[in-house]
């Protein structure tokens, strides 16, 4: 079954970084588009970053562009976030997700709460 285990959630300093993992199984990784979300306490979901099957194609989210950068390992079938500059407003659960056959498939989750 499809499986996707989000990890690298920290407490860190404003200023500091992150590098989140998202380990997938149970289908072709490397021909689906990956993407990571973002929920804080009492806001909806938000876009962080997508990236597509091969790669090429990536976008971001107004609010962290320029600040974090999404990868793959198609090989480990593992996306990453890497997360840098980090502000307080980047507290949040962060999720992946990808889409197979109209569905959508999330991972569990992983905290990141950025505070002094």
């Known amino acids: 079954q499809v499986r996707l285990v989000e990890s690298g959630g920290d407490l860190v300093q404003p200023g500091g970084s992150l590098r989140l993992s998202c380990a997938a199984s149970?289908?072709?990784?490397?021909?689906?588009?990956m993407t990571w979300y973002r929920q804080a306490p009492g806001k909806e979901r938000e876009l962080v970053a997508l990236i597509a099957s091969t790669g090429v194609y990536i976008n971001y989210g107004a609010s962290v562009k320029d600040r974090f950068t999404i990868s793959r390992d198609n090989a480990k079938m593992t996306v990453y976030l890497q997360m840098n500059s980090l502000k307080p407003e980047d507290t949040a659960v962060y999720y992946c997700?990808?889409?197979?056959?109209?569905?959508?498939?999330w991972g569990q989750g992983t905290q990141v709460t950025v505070s002094s």
């Open positions: 149970g289908f072709a990784f490397s021909t689906k588009g």
């Open positions: 997700k990808t889409t197979i056959g109209g569905n959508d498939y």
